[in-house]
């Protein structure tokens, strides 16, 4: 899983190289507690635990790493560095204060105006693991674990969330905030969902609305206050979100189904059109064959089956109310049966068969252009 966690602290403090380089030093990134995620499937306290956070493989995930300027939406790796990377975290990954900290030199000319103007808060990628298992931490309950935390790159981002980023902060602390903004798994390459709305305290938010961000912090502000003195939401508030959002799965689910249908059906139209135009053609070249240059080619294919039939058996009388059916035994036994018999006399088809061929894929080809 794919999550980035916000930390709402000033950068440390900001030291120019003689390079123009801005070098940060011992910032904090990350800190042990649990954490409100708003998910897909609803609310979601998630633990970052002293023994995972502080693991020697998690504290040296945070060396070497690239610093972007805000958050790409995808992870950064070595196909996609040149395009994401403003300057890259130090190798001095550490714990201090209870907190994991890392130094950073960033090398951006833009990136560093934008610092220097005052865009100082951090937030960091990172994929983990995540273990349903209920327990408490500091006094705080929370019904997941996250393990293996992996650093996949520092943002520098503005204070505050925008676009459809659900941010919610239910923690007591005003420094530290968390969002979960992406949720993919780990073998699906194919990136998260789709959702145009979402449901946040029993009102449905178009995303793609101009205020909805500021829609969404109201909601969250209002959550905020509600649950300073009771931490825990309303079993009723997770149930409307997960309802929710489960309608939401299943409409984009018969969506696609539609989707898939559609395009079996284009298909399908496109194979019979092609069989049509290819009938047609056919039939053509038969009619230039036997007509010559009296060949009719507006009439048709009823039409000028009948002109053929009279060329070749004139002794066949097609009447005007004569069915589809019986015009084309007629035609299959006068003029596709005639085509084989060879050295037939004036006004007789020939026994051509290449010659009708080249001709068919010559008009085949000029009708498909």
């Known amino acids: 899983m794919n999550i980035i966690d916000t930390i709402r602290a000033p950068i440390g403090e900001l030291q120019l190289t003689d390079e123009g380089y801005l070098y940060i030093e011992s910032s904090?990134?990350?800190?042990?507690?649990v954490f409100p995620y708003m998910t897909i499937?609803?609310?979601?306290?998630q633990a970052k635990l002293p023994e995972d956070l502080f693991s020697e493989t998690t504290i040296q995930s945070a060396n070497g790493k690239p610093i972007t300027n805000d958050h790409p939406t995808v992870q950064v790796n070595a196909e996609n560095f040149k395009q994401y990377e403003v300057g890259m975290t130090m190798n001095d990954a550490a714990i201090k204060n209870n907190m994991l900290t890392i130094s950073m030199n960033i090398t951006d000319p833009e990136t560093i105006k934008a610092v220097q103007a005052g865009k100082r808060e951090l937030s960091i990628g990172f994929s983990t693991d995540n273990y349903e298992v209920p327990g408490a931490y500091n006094g705080v309950e929370y019904d997941i674990e996250q393990k293996n935390i992996r650093i996949n790159h520092v943002a520098i981002v503005e204070k505050g969330r925008a676009g459809?980023?659900?941010?919610?902060?239910?923690?007591?602390?005003?420094?530290?905030?968390a969002y979960l903004i992406d949720e993919t798994s780990n073998h699906n390459t194919g990136g998260?969902?789709?959702?145009?709305?979402?449901?946040?305290?029993?009102?449905v938010i178009k995303l793609s609305d101009e205020d909805a961000q500021a829609q969404i912090d109201k909601i969250v502000a209002d959550l905020k206050k509600k649950t300073e003195n009771d931490s825990a939401v309303s079993l009723e508030t997770i149930n409307g979100l997960t309802a929710a959002n489960n309608k939401l799965e299943g409409e984009n689910a018969a969506l696609s189904g539609k989707v898939k249908q559609f395009e079996a059906d284009a298909d399908d139209l496109k194979a019979k059109a092609y069989a049509q135009a290819r009938s047609r053609v056919d039939l053509e070249a038969k009619a230039t064959q036997i007509l010559g240059d009296s060949a009719d080619m507006k009439l048709s294919d009823r039409?000028?089956?009948i002109a053929m039939i009279a060329e070749v058996n004139p002794a066949v009388k097609i009447e005007a109310d004569a069915s589809d059916d019986y015009v084309n035994a007629a035609f299959d036994v006068s003029v596709t049966s005639a085509q084989k018999v060879p050295n037939l006399g004036v006004n007789q088809?020939?026994?051509n068969e290449d010659e009708i061929a080249k001709m068919r894929n010559k008009r085949l080809f000029q009708k498909e252009v």
Do not use: C, Q, W
């Not at 904090?28 to 507690?33: C, D, F, N, Y």
């Not at 499937?41 to 306290?45: I, M, T, Y």
């Not at 459809?164 to 905030?177: C, F, P, R, T, W």
């Open 349 to 351: 088809v020939a026994d």
């Open 28 to 33: 904090p990134i990350a800190r042990p507690g």
């Open 192 to 203: 998260g969902m789709n959702v145009e709305t979402i449901k946040v305290n029993g009102k």
């Open 41 to 45: 499937s609803g609310l979601s306290r």
């Open 164 to 177: 459809s980023e659900v941010a919610l902060n239910l923690d007591k602390s005003d420094v530290y905030d």
């Open 303 to 305: 039409e000028m089956k």
